[in-house]
């Protein structure tokens, strides 16, 4: 079983700061995705990383895709509370029919 | 279009009773899975099922059961529900899922409460 670790787990912040969620495995993935879900709803995707090393921007948010496909990391700049939500990674494996999630960061951004 | 999904929203059960989250999707993806939701433990993978007629378990199969007769709809049972099983259980489909770029689309979920 593939495991992915997040941390931290919760997250509490002022509107206007910065914050950084890491997702870390042993094990490597053949691409890794990002999901926020909001009480009441399911996840949705946010982006796919793919390539060891790739950085991609959606507006304020920056993904992060380890050199070695085993951990990624999320930096949001100059968070807004419309940011609050449970962040959730997931990769998937090579063998490509399975996703793993992580156990998901709470973040909450306080106006 | 509706997208995934599930119902009931919200349901109590007694230990022992049987029951059945229903799951249709319409947009003719193939995949579709089933994903239970508990505090910190982010969301895992109970079955999957990668077409019509074809399941497969994921990282916590037991105490559930599935079957795919068609492409839209992917049942999940409880024949003799546990407390074990209070949770919050997703679905989710995608097109395929051997691609690294398709997206799985989740319903809003059903939270069940075993007493």
């Known amino acids: 079983t593939q495991l992915l670790e997040q941390s931290p787990q919760f997250l509490s912040i002022q509107e206007g700061e910065n914050l950084t969620v890491y997702c870390n495995s042993s094990?490597?993935?053949?691409?890794l995705q990002w999901y926020r879900q909001e009480p009441g709803e399911g996840p949705v995707l946010l982006v796919t990383?793919?390539?060891?090393?790739e950085v991609k921007k959606l507006k304020r948010l920056t993904f992060q895709f380890g050199d070695a496909r085993k951990d990624s990391s999320l930096h949001i700049t100059a968070a807004q509370p419309g940011d609050t939500g449970l962040y959730l990674c997931?990769?998937?494996?090579?063998?490509?029919?399975?996703?793993?999630f992580g156990g998901g960061t709470r973040v909450l951004v306080k106006p | 279009n509706a997208g995934v999904t599930q119902t009931p929203k919200f349901q109590v059960l007694k230990t022992g009773q049987s029951m059945t989250l229903q799951c249709a999707q319409d947009?003719?993806?193939?995949?579709m899975s089933w994903y239970r939701q508990d505090p910190g433990m982010g969301l895992r993978l109970i079955h999957y099922?990668?077409?019509?007629?074809?399941?497969d378990q994921g990282e916590v199969p037991n105490g559930y059961n599935v079957s795919r007769s068609t492409t839209e709809d992917f049942p999940l049972r409880l024949l003799s529900a546990a407390p074990s099983q209070t949770s919050v259980y997703f679905c989710?489909?995608?097109?395929?899922?051997?691609?690294?770029?398709?997206?799985?689309?989740f319903g809003a979920g059903s939270r069940l409460t075993v007493l």
């Open positions: 989710a489909s995608s097109p395929r899922l051997v691609s690294g770029a398709n997206v799985l689309t």
């Open positions: 947009m003719n993806h193939e995949y």
């Open positions: 990383v793919v390539t060891g090393g």
């Open positions: 094990s490597v993935f053949s691409s």
């Open positions: 997931a990769g998937r494996g090579a063998a490509g029919n399975k996703l793993t």
């Open positions: 099922s990668v077409g019509a007629g074809i399941t």
